[in-house]
């Protein structure tokens, strides 16, 4: 009754007192369970390290034991924030905030699906994967080494210096090539020789090459061979194939490829083998010009015109 008799302005001042009031008293509340937030997620950091450390002790998986360490500080964090919510006196909020999760859930997995299917597909990879770190890997186009997975990405390191990340869901769904899977990789290339040259003479020369290279991979289950591939318009074209070992698979295929290329060349020129580029067929029609060249004739120089 007395509420009625009062004007609008002391009701609001009246009001405003009753607000200042329960906030002084469960101001030490609140304190009290910024501190809790506080502590929490410096304690939260403190237990994923030393879980991290823990899991890289016991597991030879790096990505499983990050991945195990990144779910131990989400869960101690949310641990830590209804915690704070029940110290604070906001028993009812913390509920009320389970529930919204739980109901929000479904709505907030149609909005952000895309994020949803990453996070599910980034679980099941830590569990269940073709690779791991630092294994040489291509997903589609992208081509090169795996530094980190996450909740919703896979970090990949390209040898030519790009950082991708790609959604855990592409890995999971699409085809992944794991160049380094059991250490060993197949390498090859091709040798074009003269039709005039001994084939089995040129193929004993290369074999010799890679019998004596020690960085080739050489035991009963990895066979490094030639063999004749093609017979092309002015080559007869061996097939060079030889294993490597992809500890460091830059090294191995790139610069160890480059250097047998180099070697099998300079052994094959040594012993006279012809090494012949392309025929090329030079045509002149009805009123065309005559194309003037110069022949060079060895050593000595001679030409024709």
């Known amino acids: 009754m007395a509420l009625l008799l009062q004007s609008p302005t002391e009701t609001i001042k009246l009001s405003l007192q009753q607000y200042y009031e329960e906030f002084l008293r469960i101001l030490p509340r609140i304190a009290l369970a910024i501190l809790v937030i506080i502590l929490g997620v410096l304690l939260s950091q403190m237990l994923t390290s030393f879980y991290k450390r823990r899991f890289q002790q016991k597991s030879e998986d790096p990505l499983m034991s990050k991945f195990l360490a990144q779910a131990v500080k989400v869960i101690l964090i949310i641990i830590t924030i ?33 994020i949803g299917k990453n996070f599910l597909a980034g679980i099941i990879l ?25 909740f919703r990405y896979s970090h990949i390191k390209t040898f030519d210096g790009r950082d991708i990340y790609i959604p855990n869901s592409d890995v999971l769904t699409k085809p992944v090539e794991n160049y380094t899977a059991d250490g060993f990789y197949r390498v090859d290339f091709t040798v074009g020789l ?31 061979f030639v063999i004749e591939d093609e017979l092309a318009a002015s080559t007869v074209n061996l097939k060079v194939f030889f294993w490597v070992d992809t500890v460091d698979y830059r090294r191995a295929s790139r610069i160890l490829r480059g250097m047998i290329i180099k070697e099998v060349k300079v052994a094959l020129a040594d012993r006279d083998f012809n090494l012949p580029s392309d025929v090329v067929e ?24």
């Not at 919510?85 to 907030?108: C, K, N, S, W």
């Not at 003269?194 to 890679?210: C, F, R």
């Not at 030079?282 to 015109?305: C, D, M, Q, V």
């Open 194 to 224: 003269g039709y005039e040259d001994d084939i089995d003479a040129a193929k004993k020369v290369i074999q010799d090459v890679l019998d004596n290279n020690e960085e080739i991979v050489r035991d009963g289950e990895h066979e490094n």
């Open 126 to 150: 830590a569990f269940n994967r073709p690779f791991n770190i630092n294994d040489t890997i291509k997903v589609d186009d992208i081509f090169g080494k795996v530094k980190e997975l996450s």
């Open 282 to 305: 030079l045509k002149l029609y009805k009123n065309s010009p005559e194309i003037p060249f110069k022949l060079n004739r060895g050593e000595e120089g001679k030409t024709a015109n």
């Open 82 to 114: 209804m915690l704070a919510l029940r110290v604070a006196g906001l028993d009812d909020i913390a509920t009320g905030l389970l529930t919204a999760v739980g109901g929000g859930a479904i709505i907030l997995g149609f909005a952000f699906q895309d």
